[in-house]
């Protein structure tokens, strides 16, 4: 779909529930609707909000720091600045728009800027709605170009993966090897990392939450990478375990049924699947083996402009998952006093089965 | 002032206000009142929250994944887990508490976790009461132990800047000068960089949001770094500007326009005078010489746990500075076809004066 196709769609949707406008504030939200590619620095310091009429063009409000890359990435939408705010704009703009019932992101607004936004709207006259995942629902699934771009920042982040993995030497540090990925993936072409990269050696690899430390990687014990990069806008996420050095029975085995695990759960995908049977078929492995209470997350979740986004592969999502949906598959064992090992991969849910992006293979089948 | 100290003096405060306990949800706040390090990946993920009864002794609520690392950083504070979520965990304790006006942070909290709250505080029959810069009032002046600690941020930006500095060639991109700060930060043992690096060269430096690219630093055409690291929770904030080879009567004649804007600004800083006197100091330097209209933000900021805080050194701002508090002082001029110069230090307000944290003296007075 093309940005105007996407506007268009979710017009239809505005009018049917009644809306005359929706603020988009979200930076994933505005990226899939209009182009425009800043991240917020936080929530509180906004690089602009996508106004969209249900029944005229969408407006991009911006301000002065951004107004050159906004009209190179918008055009042909409209940028107007707002150099005394978002709220006073608003104020001039909807009654021109002829906007009486205003929707605006509840997931991604402040609660102290609703509050200035209801003042203004008060004064005005106009309804403030607040809506939760209008257009998080059209992202759900991926078109063909999408899966493309999805497919191309797998295949980079593998590439970054491969070219350090050769390198890591027992004795660096985890920050080393973290510092090394990241700096090839800006050098390869990706925007960013997706979500700050995870290298964790020893029994460090059992933390589910591990943060690179100024820690030596120790030999012949686990080592676990878990890495991903914003390639045109879309997200990658892939971890793989794997030991510097010399396995031992106990790694072979946990690692082996980790991906028993995940392939167990591979299988089951297509459309129609519930997510928590994907979940259940991955826990039924690892629990079969004695292992239930050391894989405490869910298994995987939606990847597409947002690192983490729906559906949650998890034994409490009922929903069934759709062609296009595109999820991480990624089972983990994490015995404290020991370590851990995670394997993800990134796949396509197809309408008879799933497509999984990752090429790589190394340490899958050991 | 010791934690404890801290979290007395805002349980003080909510007395005096007939607040009961206060959540508090900002990442620097929670780390200011308990010395909880994480930060928060996103404000929809949470690493925990502080809740503060105003006669009772304060808990800190997270999930499990953050347990172990609370545990160890808060202790004696004691540490609860939600693993139904922070609403259902509240509706558990806030009876117990006795607490029945509880203020959170509407400039941290979502529009749509208040609603969710709002709706548990109706069953119970507490009151929710919004207040924002509770927190931040505190942390706007700095105790001397705080000034240490900005003081060893400061001094560890300027050590990485010059190691880098003295290894720029026209020929790297942006982006190789810009992953070599911030490796180097992580590498001499910052937290992470404080905000991303700015590294613009030619005409770039003129854009005030300018974010590194792979583009190659120009021979003989200006040369801005704006960078800042994080430091046992404190932040710095410096910007340089130079020439790699030779300089031009131009760009002797901007940079020293702006050395001198910089000067007058903090000539005047010391307690009492208002923020926007300072500011003023500085935008009639440069007025005078006719780049009014290149020099377009405000002179400067607060810094501490957070990089951007109160208070603004801006033309609107007409609160005194205080003996404590901590600014970065950065006036800039940017001219669109030819490129920019700003030149940032950080001072401290002291009762006669002002104190300049940095030592750093690369190309200011040439």
Redesign the interface.
Known sequence: MTFPQRIKKIQARLRKKKIDGLLVTDPHNRRYLSGYTPAD?????SSGVLLIPARKAPILLTD???Q??AEQEVAPVEVILYPKGLSALLKELLPDLGIVRLA?E??????????KMQAMAEKLGITLL?V?GLVEEMRLIKDEEEIKKLRSSVHLNEQVFQEIYQTITPGQTE??VA?AL??TM??K?AESPS??TIVATGKRSA???AVPG?VAIKKNQPLMIDMGLILDGYCSDMTRSFVPGVTDKQYLKIHRLVRKAQLAATDTIRAGISAASVDKAARTVIGDAGYADFF?HALGHGVGLAV?EEPRLSSRNRKHLKAGMIITVEPGVYLPEWGGVRLENMVVVRENGCEVLNQDTTWLDI
């Open positions: 620095h936080d929530i509180s310091e002065s720091r951004f050159t890359q605006f509840s997931h991604y607004t402040l609660h102290s800027v609703a509050g607040p939760t920050i080393d510092l990241e700096s800006r050098r072409g979500f700050e933390l589910p939450h100024l405490g983490h």
